[in-house]
T-cell receptor, first 116, second 114 residues
Framework: AQKVTQAQTEISVVEKEDVTLDCVYETRDTTYYLFWYKQPPSGELVFLIRRNSFDEQNEISGRYSWNFQKSTSSFNFTITASQVVDSAVYFCALSGTATSYDKVIFGPGTSLSVIP | ETGVTQSPTHLIKTRGQQVTLRCSSQSGHNTVSWYQQALGQGPQFIFQYYREEENGRGNFPPRFSGLQFPNYSSELNVNALELDDSALYLC?????????????FGPGTRLTVT
């Protein structure tokens, strides 16, 4: 069975602090994809990143960085120098096969509040 | 701003009725997926269409059906509406490439079943 766990339900940080959102996944597939999405209060989901299970290199995009560790089945997301606009619900997701990329299973989400 | 649009924005239906939701794809994208998101929860995958064929389905009953048209726009149909169908319905269009991936979501349709 496939499962995505985001243990942090809600996080509050003060602006400019760094914050890490945790994601732990379970899958029996050897090939899979991991995703992070942002859902701001407006409700529209925004795709942030897709990571192939064979690529364990960490990735940085501006203030965002992702740490993929296959050994611990984790795919954590760090926001550096957080800003109020980062306030949103963040979802980690897993796609079980390489041929159904969009058949993703979402975690329950972590609600991030960045306080000015 | 993405090119994925959904209509209508909001909708109120009565239990037992049928509903059709529409989604236009981002230009150049050939895959559309639909998700149901209940209040306070993560999205749940309904199904995916690739070049007009359904090629993936989540745990939803047959009364949830869909279509993808030659221009890659899509419809989600739900028959015999139930109260639990009240949710935000999101569509996403995507394009798979060997070395990159694009996915854009529409703003969603908020369906209320009374």
């Amino acid at each position: 069975a496939q499962k995505v766990t985001q243990a942090q339900t809600e996080i509050s940080v003060v602006e400019k602090e760094d914050v890490t959102l945790d994601c732990v996944y379970e899958t029996r597939d050897t090939t899979y994809y991991l995703f992070w999405y942002k859902q701001p209060p407006s409700g529209e989901l925004v795709f942030l990143i897709r990571r192939n299970s064979f690529d364990e290199q960490n990735e940085i995009s501006g203030r965002y960085s992702w740490n993929f560790q296959k050994s611990t089945s984790s795919f954590n997301f760090t926001i550096t120098a957080s800003q109020v606009v980062d306030s949103a619900v963040y979802f980690c997701a897993l796609s079980g096969t390489a041929t159904s990329y969009d058949k993703v299973i979402f975690g329950p989400g972590t609600s991030l509040s960045v306080i000015p | 701003e993405t090119g994925v649009t959904q209509s209508p924005t909001h909708l109120i239906k009565t239990r037992g009725q049928q509903v059709t939701l529409r989604c236009s794809s981002q230009s150049g994208h050939n895959t559309v997926s639909w998700y149901q998101q209940a209040l306070g929860q993560g999205p749940q995958f309904i199904f995916q269409y690739y070049r007009e064929e359904e090629n993936g389905r989540g745990n939803f009953p047959p009364r949830f059906s869909g279509l993808q048209f030659p221009n890659y726009s899509s419809e989600l149909n739900v028959n015999a509406l139930e109260l639990d169908d009240s949710a935000l319905y999101l569509c996403a269009s995507s394009l798979f490439r060997e070395s990159s991936y694009e996915q854009y979501f529409g703003p969603g349709t908020r369906l209320t079943v009374t």
